[in-house]
């Protein structure tokens, strides 16, 4: 191989000249195909170029002309991951890590994908609990933590599609319940009053305004299930996706065999 042609071909690459170093590369790589910098470059390229398909198979040849390296095996990770197999990009990333152990974007891309993984899990499960045409409220309310969890661990995931419609069939069912409280003391009645007008306006879809009364609510007292869906409602409505998430899973944190299906109302209060 010429030093000067690959010199070349790395400066394309540099300038982000991805075809023109492309073509540099493969013409080394016929005249020498076991050279790993080659192999690496080419895949460097091809990623660049959205073809994980040609990537993977050039840091294979990499991985062949030097099983020692980790870095081969890390990009080799992230053409998979960007072909959609997580799971060979798991493998390959943990095998970096095995090769090189302070391999630092091994390791972010291992703990992203394992989170990725985790994240799919949990919407794989939630998507067969709703399959079920007769689903009970039990299905739908260990659906709901699924899909949580997938969204809490991937913001992006799919889940957010699936919560939407379940939550706007929690809004029109208009399932309601009165919270068993037999006694509102003086020192709630600031707090009842606010929850009370937060409720009045959910059911109205007036969404903003329920926000800011539950939000008020909250401030007087803030260990109530019940506050923390509602307010988790009006948030995911108005888009705020991952302010809804975090309260509801504030709702799991103070009662984890809350019912979502259920909209708590509070019983009359002078």
């Not at 990499?62 to 060979?88: C, E, R, V």
């Not at 009165?178 to 969404?207: M, P, Q, S, V, Y």
Request: negative net charge; contains cysteine.
């Amino acid at each position: 191989m010429r030093r000067e042609k690959f010199e070349l071909g790395l400066n394309l690459l540099e300038q982000a000249e991805f075809e023109e170093a492309i073509e540099i590369f493969s013409e080394i790589a016929v005249d020498n195909p076991d050279n790993y910098e080659v192999w690496i470059n080419l895949g460097v390229c091809y990623l660049e170029t959205q073809r994980p398909d040609l990537a993977a198979e050039s840091f294979e040849r990499a991985i062949k002309a030097n099983p020692n390296q980790a870095d081969p095996y890390y990009l080799l990770g992230t053409a998979m991951g960007a072909s959609g197999d997580m799971d060979k990009a798991l493998d390959f990333y943990k095998k970096a890590v095995e090769i090189e152990p302070e391999h630092q974007k091994a390791n972010e891309f291992l703990s992203r994908t394992n989170t990725l993984i985790e994240s799919r899990e949990h919407y794989r499960r939630a998507l067969r609990l709703l399959i079920d045409e007769n689903k009970s409220s039990k299905s739908i309310n260990l659906a709901i933590r699924e899909l949580l969890q997938s969204i809490s661990l991937f913001k992006n995931s799919p889940a957010r599609h699936n919560l939407v419609q379940i939550i706007d069939d929690i809004i029109n069912a208009k399932k309601e319940s009165n919270l068993h409280i037999d006694t509102i003391k003086d020192e709630n009645k600031l707090w009842a009053k606010n929850c009370d007008k937060g409720f009045r306006f959910l059911k109205k879809e007036l969404w903003e305004s329920a926000i800011s009364y539950y939000g008020q609510a909250l401030s007087y007292r803030d260990h109530d299930a019940f506050v923390h869906h509602s307010l988790g409602i009006t948030f995911f409505k108005v888009g705020a996706v991952e302010d809804a998430v975090k309260a509801w899973l504030k709702v799991l944190e103070l009662d984890p065999d809350y019912d979502f299906t259920t909209l708590m109302n509070l019983p009359k209060f002078g």
